[in-house]
């Protein structure tokens, strides 16, 4: 960056925060955005600054990405695209231009990367008026990178799984703290076995991967040595190895296919072809977790019996099945079996550490643990953010009139974190910045609110309601719908998206203050139907960015 930045005298004695532009660079687009490569090319370069009209209006956009890898100015990118994607789908708007505008701006003592564009919103009488549309990023995907073991996760999942199970046959009824009262919490009779499957799952994948390594490292350093694990049990190994090595590659295969298939539609809803092996696929992933299960199993039962009585082990596999296939008592079949096993046990684990690390990380703070400081560190960077959004004024009036915010999967998390610690703020300095009217709406999608809060309950670990109290003056978002509430709050989810869900324990329909349009509107994706991949799909479908337009402009 060559050109100073300047900060003017007045600025120095007074705190109006206008925000002021680093750098900025603008492109035409075609009827397609560019890719992320493109899209971003001009930032950290020379730029001099269009001169345009001055907007009548401006509306911020906040977005905070969910669990994985991502990389900065990502969900900008993807955020943007899909908004202005939808705009002919949103009654009462319309794009002024093809132009993106992507600029550094310092507010105050922030700087932060942002993306525009500009829009005709229509106003009384049939007016028209200039928007500009400012879209930020809350980026903390660092921050947990490295920062996460497969024992912390294994161990947050076997907690949320206990606590899950714990929950589902309590004896006495579940209640939270919600609108200053002790509310019950609506049970998912289905639960139970969710979570038991749950259980089933990490176990059966921690004995794959242990005895996976264990017998890798038998046949390496055995030297031709007799060991416990010789022909008959390494054949029946082998065999299970295999049976659960083709299930897996069939369904990844087939959910390629069916992703092909995703990518190449287009239409509003999911074509009969699509639906039909998006089930089927729902269907195998169900077989899936079974094979899973009954393999870990398998190789439990099996080894111990190896170890224990290796005669019995050799009778049986003189016996069908593994009579029919001779071939897996080979080398040839034990390298090419338990190689593709090991690249996928390892790939699990890589994932494991990737995506429910995250939530790990961020989600343990119903108890002490390591990860305090990440957490910390998480909701700093996406409070400085959003904080900065709400506090910038020009002439002594706030910066922007109207504010949305959205969230995925953990990201909506940290978001709804973020806007109770903005309006927490804006209450104890006498509400200066006017946060909970100017926040037009929320869009969490892919969101495991619910779960969280039904998994780790405070109530269900024995503690009185005085801890629950406390962490609701956190939460003006479930303390007051008339004074913190007054928002549109869609939720989108799937079915097919096993984190996300209905939320619906951040609404209390007894409330004095309910009504219909401050509860959270849930609403079900119809295209997010790819089994694994729902989770992901929102991203390229139109609903979270046609309701979030209608939230944002809605009069």
């Not at 082990?313 to 190689?339: H, R, S």
């Not at 097919?496 to 609403?523: A, H, M, P, V």
Request: proline share 3%; net charge neutral.
């Amino acid at each position: 960056m060559t050109d100073e930045i300047k900060q003017s005298e007045d600025q120095d004695n007074q705190s109006i925060m206008t925000p002021e532009v680093i750098q900025s660079s603008d492109f035409t687009t075609q009827p397609t955005l560019p890719p992320l490569s493109t899209f971003f090319k001009s930032i950290g370069t020379e730029a001099e600054e269009e001169a345009l009209p001055a907007p009548q209006k401006r509306y911020a956009v906040f977005i905070a990405h969910g669990m994985g890898q991502q990389v900065p100015y990502e969900t900008i990118d993807v955020a943007t695209q899909g908004l202005r994607r939808v705009i002919d789908k949103v009654d009462g708007i319309s794009l002024r231009d093809d132009k993106v505008r992507t600029r550094a701006v310092r507010i105050g003592t922030q700087v932060h990367e942002r993306a525009e564009f500009d829009l005709n919103v229509e106003g009384e009488e049939g007016t028209s008026e200039k928007v500009e549309v400012h879209v930020y990023e809350a980026y903390w995907a660092p921050i947990t990178e490295g920062q996460v073991k497969l024992k912390d996760v294994m161990s947050f999942l076997l907690q949320g799984f206990w606590g899950g199970i714990r929950n589902s046959f309590k004896s006495l009824e579940l209640k939270h703290w919600i609108f200053e009262k002790e509310v019950p919490m609506k049970r998912n009779q289905m639960a139970a076995f969710y979570f038991l499957l749950t259980g089933l799952i990490i176990f059966s994948l921690v004995a794959l991967n242990a005895l996976t390594g264990l017998i890798a490292a038998a046949r390496i350093f055995s030297s031709g040595q007799e060991t416990w694990l010789q022909g008959g049990l390494l054949t029946i190994l082998t065999f299970v190895a295999a049976t659960l090595s083709i299930i897996l590659l069939f369904y990844g295969i087939s959910l390629r296919l069916v992703q092909a298939l995703s990518t190449a539609r287009q239409e509003e809803s999911p074509g009969k072809l699509r639906t039909i092996f998006s089930s089927l696929l729902w269907i195998g992933f169900w077989i899936c977790c079974a094979v899973v299960i009954l393999a870990g199993l398998a190789f439990l039962i099996f080894t111990a019996i190896g170890y224990i009585s290796p005669s019995s082990i050799d009778k049986l596999v003189t016996q069908p099945p593994f009579t029919y296939f001779p071939f897996l008592g080979k080398e040839l079949a034990w390298i090419i079996v338990w190689g593709f096993l090991f690249w996928v046990t390892y790939r699990v684990k890589k994932l494991l550490v990737q995506y429910p690390g995250d939530v790990a990380a961020y989600i343990s703070s119903f108890k002490l643990d390591q990860f305090a400081e990440i957490r910390k560190k998480i909701k700093a960077a996406t409070f400085d953010v959003l904080d900065t959004i709400y506090t910038a004024t020009e002439n002594n009036h706030s910066y922007y009139e109207r504010v949305g915010l959205m969230g995925h999967s953990l990201g909506s998390v940290v978001v709804y974190d973020a806007l109770n610690a903005v309006i927490t703020k804006d209450v104890l300095n006498n509400k200066e910045n006017n946060v909970s009217n100017r926040t037009k709406v929320l869009v969490t999608f892919g969101s495991p609110l619910d779960k969280t809060a039904y998994i780790f309950s405070a109530f269900a670990t024995g503690t009185t309601s005085i801890r629950e109290k406390l962490a609701t003056t956190k939460q003006p978002l479930i303390q007051d719908y008339k004074k913190y509430r007054n928002f549109k709050w869609v939720n989108i989810y799937s079915k097919r998206d096993i984190i996300s869900g209905k939320l619906d324990y951040y609404d209390w329909e007894d409330d004095k203050n309910y009504t219909e349009e401050r509860r959270i509107d849930n609403k079900e994706d119809p295209n997010a139907i790819t089994p694994l991949v729902a989770h992901v799909e929102y991203w390229k479908n139109d609903l979270v960015f046609v309701e979030f337009l209608n939230g944002l402009i809605e009069k």
